[in-house]
């Protein structure tokens, strides 16, 4: 078995997106799974603060701050650089 025979490991992971309490998206929650190749879009998101993670209980991969623009579109890719060891964006919910 090759390393391209090796399965992505972010491959049909599940992502959240999930509003902020101290704004207009409090009551917005997006689930969705990445694909083979670990990619992800979330479509007609409200704009305003959210907190993109890999879990809602437990000890999670990401933890990021996401800030969306009207009419924007954002690139973010969920790497070692910006998981919870290096950046948590949210330490004291966990």
């Given amino acids: 078995m090759g390393a391209d025979d090796q399965p992505q490991p972010l491959a049909r992971m599940q992502i959240h997106l999930v509003g902020q309490p101290d704004g207009p998206t409090k009551e917005e929650r997006k689930v969705l799974r990445t694909d083979q190749e670990g990619r992800f879009k979330f479509v007609d998101v409200m704009p305003g603060s959210y ?24 690139r ?19």
């Fill in 76 to 94: 973010l890719d969920l790497t070692q650089k910006n998981g919870v060891a290096v950046r948590d964006d949210f330490p004291g919910r966990g």
């Fill in 51 to 74: 907190m993109l993670t890999d879990v809602v209980a437990g000890k999670p991969r990401w933890r990021l701050k996401v800030e969306v623009s009207p009419n924007s579109t954002l």
